[in-house]
């Protein structure tokens, strides 16, 4: 008789809930074989994460930015300089350049794939506002709204706080460029703007500008380093004649020209490129509002950026970032775009009738993304009128001083200057356009 046991027989098939159908794959299985997906989901699914930098400080993390001579917690920026100064005892100190620290400035010929700094993150959709912090000296309860503020006071023992933790609601930035304009300086630059204005301005304009609406206010960019080629194609013309025909009033001039296929290749590398991380100074529909005023103030010298310290805000406002590194894609891609044509621009001068471009092809081969607040003094004013009206800003670069902006104007008096300098014909044509 013999003992050997029969096979154990097959397990029977789990249909209900808790079947092996629903258990996830283990970590480092995709649970999908990429082979059989379409070539584009395939090269999705296997792409590398985006590489991230922490440039969080964990000596802050608690709110409490401490002297380093006398342990105080009242900091707050030296007007002028990117120095920290303590309240107490007056020591100074500067805060660590941001690109140094983390060596932002280096290696742009080899940026492969993405690389985003931790405070560049995606945001989460509940990100909370509110931050609590429990005060060391005292132990009551501080809660901060990052939505208007970074900064906040301890009622009890006056300890001060910041939210330097990065938390994932666009509210913290990698990076941060001191003011060094000051208010008075930002005044007087409005002013001297709006006065060389005041013939055309609007009277309530005019009337309701003072000093107390000017505000220190901190906007969020996005700065991007980036490695890049670009392929463009079109039609190039060098004239060979030029002539004339009929008399009069019917004379016309015409020319003759050879008419080249014209094709570049460039490879080129951006530093420091800046881009609105904020959904609503990215909305460059002028006809609700005058945003793009703050393109017209760069540069700034973001190189002198310093790591996030919510001391630097201390009397600032601030906005947060509330678009991500997929939102601004495109939009990096029309810069690049266009330092691909200003690259070929000297190759094409012999085509002196121009070359029009019918074909570009762009390729991002590396970037690197860093959030940091921008300093920016303003002033804002609503206009009245259909359609919700129309918002002006004029602006001031935080670092260099330079101002632009717009203002609101009088249409008889624009229309009556016109007329003045110009024709007939072009004043109509003014008063057409000002009234659409």
Known sequence: MSNAQSPPPPPSK???PGSPQEVPPAPGDLGVDPAALPQPLRDELLAP???????????LKDGLNHCPKCGATDV??????????CAFCRNEWHGERVEEQFGFGQGLDQLEGTVVASGARDIEADAASLRSFKCTGCGAEVTVN???????????????????????????PDAVLPFHIKKDDAVARIRQFVDKRKLLALKEFKAQFTPENVSA?????????????ADVAGKGEIETRRYTQGSGDK?????????YQVERHVDFTVDD?????????GNLDAKANTNNIINTI??????????WNASYLAGCSSEKRDLDVEHLRPRLADQLLSIARAQVVESVSRYDRGVRWEQEGLDVHGTRWVAMYLPVWLYSYHQPGKNGGLLHYIAVNGRTGETMGSIPVQQWKLLLVALTVGTFLEGIAIWILASQ
């Open 217 to 229: 206010v901190y906007l969020p960019y996005m700065i991007v380093d980036g490695r890049a080629s």
């Open 146 to 172: 990052t939505a208007n503020a970074m900064t906040a006071r301890c009622h009890w023992c006056r300890h001060v706080f910041g939210v330097n933790e990065q938390v994932p609601n666009g509210a913290v």
């Open 298 to 307: 760069l540069p700034f010298d973001t190189k002198n950026a310093v790591k």
């Open 76 to 85: 707050r920026p030296k007007p002028g300089t990117d120095l920290l100064v």
């Open 14 to 16: 789990f249909t209900g």
């Open 273 to 281: 490129l800046p881009l609105e991380s904020s959904r609503e100074r």
């Open 251 to 259: 004379k016309k001039t015409y020319y003759d020209a050879d008419v």
């Open 49 to 59: 994460d985006p590489v991230a930098i922490d440039t969080s400080a964990s000596e």
